[in-house]
C-alpha cells in the first residue's frame, strides 16, 4: 500500500498558523519557576499551550494550564471564523491543581474538524481575558469508509537528554504534526521523573550536548512540586506544544512517570531518595499525572481514576489502553508455576476479556506500555515485564498473558494487535504457536517503537514460550545512543476505510520507513 500524507486544508493549516502565532506570543514563565505568582499584573496567560485527549466520534477533553487563578472557557466550531460557535464553560483553576484545568466536550459531530480555543478570564472581573489560545482536531468517523490513521511512540527525556536547542529541541514532534495524524498513542515514559537534566553532557566523539534545565530537573523527583515540574518541563518545548494544538493523544504511563522499574508496595534502597515508599511516589505522580494529561478515566467520576480505559475511535477500530505498572506483583526471577496477579492484577484482567469480547470494531490494538517477548531485566536476577528467559512453558507473570491469549482464541475475537515501547528501540515481533512451547493462542504482532526524545539501547533478547519471531528490528550495538547520534523513532498504523486493510510502518525521525506490514481484517490470528 502506497503512502500518501493528508495534509491540512487551506482554513487547518491557517487556523494553525494563528494557533502557533498566538503560543508564540504568549511567552512561558521563566524556566524554573516553580508555579504562578498571585501577585501577576495583567491578564491571564496560557503559555503552556492546549492539548485534546481521548476523542471519539462524540468528545473530547481539553486541557490548558494557567499562570494564575483563572476561569477556563472553550469554543468549539466547524469553522476557523468560530461563527456560531459553541462555549463551554469550564472550571476554575487554581494551586489545588498546579493551574491545569480540563473541559470536557459532548455531543460533538462525528468525522468532523472541530476547531477549539480556549480563553482564561479573571474569577473576579470576568471582562477581564487573556489571549485565546487555539487548536483543531477530528473526531472519530461515524463511518468505516472513512479510514483511521494515527502514530504511537514513548520514552521521552530520557537517559538526560532533554531539550536541545542546538538541534531545535524535539524536532521529532514537528515532523509527525505534519503528517497530520488523527490522533498520537504515548506508550508510557511521558517523563523520566527519576532522570536528571545536566547542563551538558560530552558525547563519545567529543561533541557536547546542551540542555534547557529547570529546578526540577536538577534531581530525582519525591514531592508533588518535583513532579508538577518534571511534566511542564517537555512542555517546554515549542515542537511539542505545536503538535498538542493540532494532534490529540491517548496517553498511558510506564515506570519513569514514577521511578525505574517500580511496583506496588516497593521500599527503595537508593541514596538518592529522601522518600523510600514508592506507593507515596506513585500517588504524587498519579495527581500530576492528572494534572497534566486529558486521559478521560482520571476526570470522570464512572473512570474511578484508572489509566487503564477502552478508546473507541469509530467502527474501524477501539484502542485497549493498558496499565502493566500499577497492579502488577513483585519483580522477582519469575518462575512461579501460580500467579493469579501477573503484570495486570486480576481485575484488569477480567475487564480487559470482557472489552475485547463486547468489542465490534474491525481493529482492537492492545496498547502495552511493556513488550510481551523480550526479555527486559531487572538487576542480576529479577525481571521487569513479562518475559523471565525461560523457554519453556509459561510461569510467573506469563501465565496470565497465555491465559489472555487463550481467551482471545476461544472466544474467536478478530483483528488484535500489540502496540508498544519501553526499550528504545523499534522492532516487529510475530508470535505463531507452531513456534511456541505454549501454543493454544492465535497468531498475532508485537510492533514496537521509541524512543521520542531519549537514549537508544541494544536489542533485547527473546524468550520462546509464545514463540516470537523478530521479523524486523532497528537498534545500536552500544547503550545510550543519544538522539544527536541516531534518529528518534515512531510507529505509524494506517487502517484503509475501503477494504479494512491495517498497515504498520516502522519510521526513523527523517522520513526514513524502516519497515511496514499489511494485516488483513476479519482474522483470529494472523
Known amino acids: 500500500m502506497s503512502y500518501a500524507p493528508r495534509f491540512p486544508s487551506p482554513a487547518r493549516r491557517s487556523v494553525l498558523r494563528g494557533s502557533l502565532a498566538a503560543s508564540a506570543a504568549l511567552a512561558l514563565p521563566a524556566v524554573g519557576a516553580a508555579g504562578p505568582a498571585f501577585a501577576l499584573s495583567g491578564r491571564p496567560r496560557a503559555g503552556w499551550g492546549v492539548q485534546v485527549g481521548d476523542v471519539t466520534s462524540s468528545s473530547a477533553l481539553v486541557w490548558v494550564r494557567s499562570d494564575r487563578p483563572a476561569r477556563m472557557i472553550v469554543e468549539t466550531s466547524a469553522t476557523e471564523s468560530f461563527r456560531r460557535a459553541r462555549t463551554w464553560h469550564g472550571p476554575l483553576v487554581g494551586s489545588g491543581t498546579d493551574f491545569t484545568g480540563t473541559t470536557p466536550l459532548y455531543g460533538l459531530p462525528p468525522g468532523e474538524q472541530v476547531h477549539y480555543r480556549v480563553t482564561l478570564a479573571d474569577p473576579h472581573d470576568p471582562r477581564r481575558t487573556g489571549e485565546p489560545v487555539h487548536g483543531t482536531f477530528r473526531t472519530a468517523p461515524a463511518r468505516r469508509r472513512d479510514g483511521v490513521r494515527f502514530l504511537w511512540s514513548g520514552d521521552i527525556a530520557g537517559q538526560g537528554w532533554g531539550i536541545n536547542p542546538d538541534i531545535g529541541g524535539y524536532a521529532v514532534y514537528d515532523e509527525m504534526r505534519r503528517l497530520d495524524p488523527d490522533f498520537f498513542l504515548c506508550s508510557g515514559d511521558n517523563i523520566y521523573a527519576d532522570g536528571v537534566i545536566e547542563p551538558s553532557v560530552t558525547l563519545p566523539d567529543g561533541r557536547v550536548w546542551r540542555n534547557v534545565t529547570t529546578e526540577e530537573k536538577a534531581k530525582v523527583a519525591e514531592t508533588l512540586a518535583e513532579y508538577r515540574g518534571n511534566f511542564r518541563y517537555n512542555l517546554l518545548d515549542h515542537n511539542l506544544r505545536e503538535f498538542n494544538a493540532q494532534v490529540p493523544s491517548i496517553v ?136 523471565q528467559g525461560d523457554p519453556g512453558a509459561p510461569l510467573g507473570r506469563e501465565l496470565q498473558i497465555a491465559e489472555l491469549l487463550r481467551y482471545i482464541k476461544h472466544s474467536r475475537i478478530t483483528g488484535t494487535l500489540w502496540l508498544t515501547a519501553d526499550v528504545h528501540y523499534t522492532s516487529a515481533q510475530h508470535y505463531e504457536p507452531e513456534r511456541a512451547v505454549f501454543k493454544d493462542f492465535a497468531p498475532f504482532w508485537e510492533f514496537v517503537s521509541g524512543p521520542l526524545a531519549a537514549g537508544q539501547f541494544q536489542a533485547n533478547a527473546l524468550d520462546a514460550t509464545f514463540g516470537p519471531d523478530r521479523v524486523f528490528v532497528r537498534a545500536p550495538d552500544r547503550a545510550n545512543v543519544s538522539p544527536m547520534e541516531s534518529p528518534q523513532y515512531f510507529g505509524e498504523v494506517d487502517i484503509d476505510g475501503d477494504s479494512g486493510e491495517l498497515t504498520v510502518r516502522l519510521r526513523a525521525q527523517g522520513g526514513s520507513v524502516l519497515f511496514s506490514k499489511v494485516l488483513q481484517p476479519g482474522h483470529v490470528g494472523q
Open 252 to 387: 498511558q504511563w510506564d515506570d519513569h512517570e514514577v521511578r525505574n522499574n517500580w511496583y506496588p508496595g516497593q521500599i527503595l534502597d537508593d541514596a538518592r531518595y529522601t522518600e523510600k515508599n514508592v506507593d507515596v511516589l506513585a500517588a504524587r505522580s498519579t495527581r500530576a499525572f492528572r494534572e497534566y494529561f486529558p486521559v478521560s478515566t482520571l476526570h470522570s467520576a464512572s473512570g474511578e481514576g484508572r489509566m487503564h480505559r477502552v478508546v473507541r475511535h469509530g467502527p474501524l477500530l477501539d484502542v485497549f489502553v493498558l496499565d502493566m505498572r500499577s497492579f502488577r506483583n513483585a519483580n522477582s526471577p519469575g518462575r512461579q508455576p501460580d500467579d493469579t496477579t501477573g503484570i495486570l492484577g486480576a481485575e484488569q484482567l477480567r475487564w480487559l476479556k470482557h472489552e475485547l469480547s463486547r468489542s465490534r470494531a474491525v481493529w482492537k490494538v492492545i496498547a502495552a506500555d511493556m513488550p510481551l517477548g523480550l526479555v527486559v531485566t531487572d538487576g542480576a536476577t529479577d525481571f521487569e515485564a513479562v518475559a
